[in-house]
């Protein structure tokens, strides 16, 4: 009995369209990308530049914590991050002149005169085990505070947010409300030495 001959399909032109197929895909598909945090580092100082020991008077400094627990102390009482943003504001703008919050400065800005200008500094510390997402919402929340304050501070001398300034006018309500923010390196709280 003759062997019955099975019908091929010629596939030799599929592996080419496949391989067309995943170069277009990977073309035009957009990759989700993790977005930090938009930072400007200071630019790095001269090698024969001296080094200053910066003396910040301690009413000027407010602490804000976060433990590995994502627990947040601002200053010495604990406090939940909706909170943050106010309290920020009101440690910056010292409405009341009280002598436990930072000193303001009375300076001749540009475009804008006479400011009293904050002495406040953020110092933001938090422990190794912190989540990252309890690191951004604090993060999110103390430059909220601060760009809220230059918006109050751009709609009562120019009129409008600080978004439609020019880049003149926002160089001034950035130095009217200085935006001072210093991390500390996270610390091993939970780590036995």
Not at 107 to 128: A, F, H, M, Y
């Amino acid at each position: 009995m003759a062997k019955k001959k099975v019908p091929a399909m010629n596939t030799s032109s599929t592996a080419d369209i496949a391989f067309l197929l995943l170069c277009y895909f990977l073309m035009t598909t957009t990759m989700g990308s993790q977005t930090g945090l938009s930072r400007r580092l200071p630019p790095m100082p001269d090698k024969d530049q001296k080094v200053e020991d910066q003396k910040v008077n301690r009413r000027n400094i407010i602490v804000v914590k976060i433990n590995s627990s994502d627990r947040l102390l601002a200053g010495s009482e604990p406090i939940d991050v909706s909170q943050l943003k106010d309290k920020i504001k009101e440690f910056l703008t010292n409405p009341a002149d009280n002598p436990n919050l930072p000193e303001k400065e009375l300076q001749e800005i540009n475009l804008i005169g006479n400011w009293p200008v904050s002495k406040g500094v953020i110092s933001l510390q938090n422990d190794r085990g912190t989540s990252y997402q309890a690191y951004i919402a604090v993060q999110n929340e103390l430059v909220k505070a601060v760009n809220e304050l230059r918006d109050e501070c751009s709609k009562q001398k120019f009129g409008k947010k600080f978004a439609l300034l020019d880049e003149d006018q926002q160089a001034a309500v950035k130095k009217a409300v200085p935006q001072n923010i210093s991390e500390a390196e996270p610390k091993d709280v939970g780590k036995k030495r």
